[in-house]
C-alpha cells in the first residue's frame, strides 16, 4: 500500500491513543454492549486525556489543530480495537464544530470547554419516523413565541440518544409555506417537555445508544438556537461531507480489519490436510479484497487531504461513503464464508464484523441515496470528460 503521510506527532498520537483504548475501553465493551450503552464515565476518560476533542481551541480545552488526521487515528483504532460501538466521533467530530461553524461565541463558551471534557455529551436529531435522507418530509415544527420558540415533533434512531446532555434538533419553521425553512436548537437535558423513549436495540453496534426522542411543546429560549432561523436546512447539508468523510474512515478500518482477521484464521485452519490459505478460491477472494482495499485506502487519505485544505465536495464525500460501505460488508461477508460454520459464532471477531457491517450501507445516507448524488454529477450537462480534464 502506498505511503500515507502521518506527521510523527500524529504517530505518537496513535500510539497513545491506542494504549488509552486498550486500557480505558476495551476491558469494559462487553458489559456495556450487554447493557446497550456506554457509560458516561467512558467519555470524561477520554477527555481529561485529551482524546475526545482534538480540534476546538486551547481557550475551549482542545488542541487547536484542526487537520481531520488526528480524528482519522480515532477513528481507525476504534475500529481496530473492535470499540467502534463506543462511537466518541459522533460527539466529537459530527456534532461538536455546529457549535463554531454556525453558533455564537456566547454557545461556544457555554458549550464546547464542557464537550472537551466529557461533561457534557452530544447528539443531533434529523431522522424521524417518515424522514430519513429526505430532509423535506420532517414533521417536527417550531414557532416563534416572544423571548422563545415552541418546540413540537418526534425523532427517531438518534445515536447518543439516551446519554445526549446537548441534541441539535432541526424543526422546520416555515412549514406551510416552504418545506426547506428549517431552524437548529439546542435542546438540553432537563427541559420541560423534552423525553425519551425507548433505547433501540440493533442488529450490531450494541452498545451505541440509539434512541427516540419527544418533544412536547419544549420551551426553547432565543440563545439555544443555533445560527440564523430559517437556514437549517443549509446548515446541515454543509455538514454532510464531513459526516460521510467521517463514515469513510471508519467503514474502511473495519473492513481492513475484517480482511486481517480472515487473513489470520486461513492460515491456521486446515481442510482436507492443508491450510485454507492454500486453497485457489480462498487466494482469489483476498486478494480481491485486499486490493479493493488498498485502493479504497488511497481515495479516502485524498478526500482527507482534500478536507483540510477545503476543497472536499459533496459528490467526492459520498463516492467514499458508498466505495467503503459497500466494501465493509462485502469484507466482512468474505471473512464469514471463509471462517465457515466458527464465523457464525459470536465468540468469533468475525461474526460481530458482519453484524457491525450491514448498517454501513443505510446511515449518514444509504448506498441508493450516495448514487443518485453521483449520478446527478457524472450525467450532468456540464460534466467534464475525463481526458479533457485540468490534471
Same mark, same amino acid.
Given at each position: 500500500?502506498? $505511503?500515507?503521510?502521518?506527521?510523527?506527532?500524529?504517530?505518537?498520537?496513535?500510539?497513545?491513543?491506542?494504549?488509552?483504548?486498550?486500557?480505558?475501553?476495551?476491558?469494559?465493551?462487553?458489559?456495556?454492549?450487554?447493557?446497550?450503552?456506554?457509560?458516561?464515565?467512558?467519555?470524561?476518560?477520554?477527555?481529561?486525556?485529551?482524546?475526545?476533542?482534538?480540534? $476546538?481551541?486551547?481557550?475551549?480545552?482542545?488542541?487547536?489543530? &484542526?487537520?481531520?488526521?488526528?480524528?482519522?487515528?480515532?477513528?481507525?483504532?476504534?475500529?481496530?480495537?473492535?470499540?467502534?460501538?463506543?462511537?466518541?466521533?459522533?460527539?466529537?467530530?459530527?456534532?461538536?464544530?455546529?457549535?463554531?461553524?454556525?453558533?455564537?461565541? &456566547?454557545?461556544?463558551?457555554?458549550?464546547?470547554?464542557?464537550?472537551?471534557?466529557?461533561?457534557?455529551?452530544?447528539?443531533?436529531?434529523?431522522? &424521524?419516523?417518515?424522514?430519513?435522507?429526505?430532509?423535506?418530509?420532517?414533521?417536527?415544527?417550531?414557532?416563534?413565541?416572544?423571548?422563545?420558540?415552541?418546540?413540537?415533533?418526534?425523532?427517531?434512531?438518534?445515536?447518543?440518544?439516551?446519554?445526549?446532555?446537548?441534541?441539535?434538533?432541526?424543526?422546520?419553521?416555515? $412549514?406551510?409555506?416552504?418545506?426547506?425553512?428549517?431552524?437548529?436548537?439546542?435542546?438540553?437535558?432537563?427541559?420541560?417537555?423534552?423525553?425519551?423513549?425507548?433505547?433501540?436495540?440493533?442488529?450490531?453496534?450494541?452498545?451505541?445508544?440509539?434512541?427516540?426522542?419527544?418533544?412536547?411543546?419544549?420551551?426553547?429560549?432565543?440563545?439555544?438556537?443555533?445560527?440564523?432561523?430559517?437556514?437549517?436546512?443549509?446548515?446541515?447539508?454543509?455538514?454532510?461531507?464531513?459526516?460521510?468523510?467521517?463514515?469513510?474512515?471508519?467503514?474502511?478500518?473495519?473492513?481492513?480489519?475484517?480482511?486481517?482477521?480472515?487473513?489470520?484464521?486461513?492460515?491456521?485452519?486446515?481442510?482436507?490436510?492443508?491450510?485454507?490459505?492454500?486453497?485457489?478460491?480462498?487466494?482469489?477472494?483476498?486478494?480481491?479484497?485486499?486490493?479493493?482495499?488498498?485502493?479504497?485506502?488511497?481515495?479516502?487519505?485524498?478526500?482527507?487531504?482534500?478536507?483540510?485544505?477545503?476543497?472536499?465536495?459533496?459528490?467526492?464525500?459520498?463516492?467514499?461513503?458508498?466505495?467503503?460501505?459497500?466494501?465493509?460488508?462485502?469484507?466482512?461477508?468474505?471473512?464469514?464464508?471463509?471462517?465457515?460454520?466458527?464465523?457464525?459464532?459470536? &465468540?468469533?471477531?468475525?461474526?460481530?464484523?458482519?453484524?457491525?457491517?450491514?448498517?454501513?450501507?443505510?446511515?449518514?445516507?444509504?448506498?441508493?441515496?450516495?448514487?443518485?448524488?453521483?449520478?446527478?454529477?457524472?450525467?450532468?450537462?456540464?460534466?467534464?470528460?475525463?481526458?479533457?480534464?485540468?490534471?
Amino acid at each position: 500500500m502506498l $505511503p500515507r503521510n502521518f506527521t510523527e506527532e500524529q504517530t505518537m498520537f496513535r500510539d497513545a491513543y491506542r494504549k488509552f483504548l486498550t486500557s480505558e475501553i476495551v476491558p469494559h465493551m462487553e458489559r456495556w454492549r450487554e447493557a446497550g450503552i456506554v457509560d458516561r464515565e467512558a467519555f470524561r476518560r477520554a477527555g481529561e486525556q485529551g482524546f475526545l476533542m482534538v480540534w $476546538p481551541e486551547e481557550k475551549y480545552g482542545g488542541m487547536g489543530d &484542526e487537520d481531520f488526521r488526528f480524528e482519522q487515528v480515532i477513528i481507525e483504532e476504534a475500529a481496530y480495537a473492535r470499540v467502534g460501538d463506543w462511537y466518541s466521533t459522533l460527539h466529537s467530530r459530527l456534532v461538536g464544530p455546529y457549535f463554531t461553524r454556525f453558533g455564537s461565541e &456566547e454557545q461556544c463558551e457555554r458549550f464546547l470547554p464542557k464537550c472537551v471534557s466529557g461533561e457534557c455529551i452530544l447528539a443531533v436529531a434529523m431522522t &424521524e419516523p417518515d424522514a430519513g435522507s429526505d430532509l423535506a418530509g420532517m414533521r417536527s415544527t417550531a414557532r416563534e413565541a416572544g423571548d422563545h420558540w415552541v418546540l413540537n415533533g418526534s425523532k427517531t434512531y438518534i445515536s447518543n440518544g439516551i446519554n445526549a446532555d446537548a441534541v441539535i434538533v432541526a424543526a422546520k419553521t416555515d $412549514p406551510d409555506n416552504n418545506p426547506h425553512h428549517m431552524t437548529l436548537f439546542i435542546v438540553e437535558r432537563g427541559m420541560e417537555g423534552f423525553e425519551r423513549g425507548r433505547n433501540l436495540k440493533k442488529m450490531g453496534m450494541k452498545a451505541q445508544d440509539t434512541a427516540e426522542l419527544f418533544f412536547n411543546d419544549v420551551r426553547i429560549p432565543k440563545a439555544n438556537v443555533l445560527g440564523e432561523p430559517g437556514k437549517g436546512f443549509i446548515y446541515l447539508m454543509e455538514g454532510l461531507a464531513e459526516e460521510r468523510l467521517i463514515g469513510a474512515c471508519g467503514y474502511l478500518a473495519s473492513a481492513q480489519l475484517s480482511w486481517d482477521l480472515t487473513y489470520d484464521y486461513v492460515r491456521e485452519r486446515k481442510a482436507f490436510g492443508k491450510p485454507l490459505a492454500a486453497f485457489q478460491n480462498t487466494q482469489f477472494k483476498l486478494a480481491e479484497v485486499r486490493t479493493e482495499l488498498d485502493i479504497a485506502q488511497s481515495y479516502v487519505d485524498q478526500c482527507v487531504a482534500a478536507f483540510n485544505a477545503g476543497q472536499l465536495t459533496a459528490v467526492d464525500a459520498a463516492k467514499a461513503k458508498l466505495v467503503t460501505s459497500e466494501l465493509q460488508v462485502k469484507a466482512a461477508d468474505v471473512g464469514v464464508q471463509l471462517h465457515g460454520g466458527a464465523g457464525y459464532m459470536d &465468540e468469533y471477531a468475525i461474526s460481530r464484523q458482519y453484524t457491525d457491517a450491514r448498517i454501513a450501507t443505510i446511515y449518514a445516507g444509504s448506498s441508493e441515496v450516495m448514487k443518485i448524488i453521483i449520478s446527478r454529477d457524472c450525467l450532468a450537462d456540464d460534466y467534464t470528460p475525463f481526458n479533457t480534464r485540468n490534471f
